[in-house]
Each structure stands twice: as C-alpha cells, then as structure tokens.
C-alpha cells in the first residue's frame, strides 16, 4: 500500500502544504498473532507513546486520545475504518487534530514479526511545522516503535500448546 493510497482510503487528503506523512517499520521479535493482539490494546498506548497522555474507547470501535504534542495538549477522536486480524489496521480522526494511518503486520518467521507504519497528520501553527521540518516527529514516532519492541520483547514469549486428547480429557485411573 502506497503512503498517498492511506490518505485518499481515510478521507484526509494529503497534499504536501497541509498534511505531512512519516513512514517507519521495525521487526518485533514476537509472533504476529502477539503483537497485533497487543496493537490492538490502545488503551497501553501510553506505555510505550512518549506524547500520549490517555486513550479510551467509545463506542463502535471509536477511541479519544489525548497527547502532548510540542508542550501542547492535543485532542482528538479517531475510528477504525479497515481491519484485517494479523495483517492490517486502518485509522482516521474524526474529530480534533487531523490524523490517519495503516500499520501493518508482517509474519516474517513464526517468532518475528514487521510493523510498518505509515502516518499522515496536520502539523498547526508554525513551531509544529518546524518540528516536523527538522524532523522530531519522525524521531518521535520511530522511539514509539523502539519502546513498542522493548515492550513487547520484555515479556514472556507465548507457548504454543498443542491440544492432545490427553491434554483435553481428564486421565482415567
């Protein structure tokens, strides 16, 4: 999927005076089944998003964040609008600062996944386009990524337990 195809398929248009797009990818040394089980926790987001202050669902699979982004408090409401389990997972904002995205998730083995992000958003007022010039959203968003893998490969590989019928059924005396 192509950076521009993200914007025309989220309803943002991305031209290149209002809308910037970043576009990063990391391998995550977990199975895809677990990392986009933990993707999907939005509500951890903040565990791993330096900037984001809070995020809670609403219904239909809407969620309101807040972030401080610049030393600025942002809000916005943002939806789901395509999602594919283990491979895919599609936003825009609904409301408050304009933003949309896809990440998507790569089984490359069965222990090591790929993320690739791509992000587009609306960078207001002019010290938010100098950071974006400079390049500190792109940092930012990479760091975001680096403390999702640390986060990720901290914990317990899961265990693939085949279900046998001895596994299943109570022994028998």
């Known amino acids: 999927m192509k950076c521009g195809s993200i914007a025309a398929q989220t309803g943002h248009a991305a031209t290149r005076e209002h809308m910037s797009t970043i576009e990063k990818t990391i391998e995550v040394g977990r199975p895809v089944s677990a990392v986009y089980a933990q993707w999907r926790q939005c509500e951890d987001f903040p565990q791993f998003m ?6 809670r669902p609403m219904p239909e699979e809407q969620w309101r964040w807040k972030a401080v982004i610049g030393g600025r408090t942002k809000r916005w409401d943002a939806e789901i609008v395509e999602q594919v389990t ?19 998730f790569v089984a490359l083995t069965p222990a090591k996944t790929r993320l690739i992000l791509y992000l587009t958003y609306e960078p207001k007022g002019m010290l938010e386009r100098i950071g974006d010039n400079l390049g500190l959203v792109a940092a930012g968003v ?20 085949r279900q046998t019928p001895e596994a299943i059924a109570p022994a028998l005396p």
């Open 142 to 161: 990479a760091a975001d990524l680096k403390r999702f893998k640390a986060l990720m490969e901290s914990r317990p590989a899961p265990v693939n337990r």
């Open 86 to 104: 283990n491979q895919r997972i599609s936003w825009r904002s609904t409301a408050g600062a304009k933003n949309a995205g896809t990440i998507t």
């Open 50 to 55: 330096k900037g984001v202050k809070k995020v």
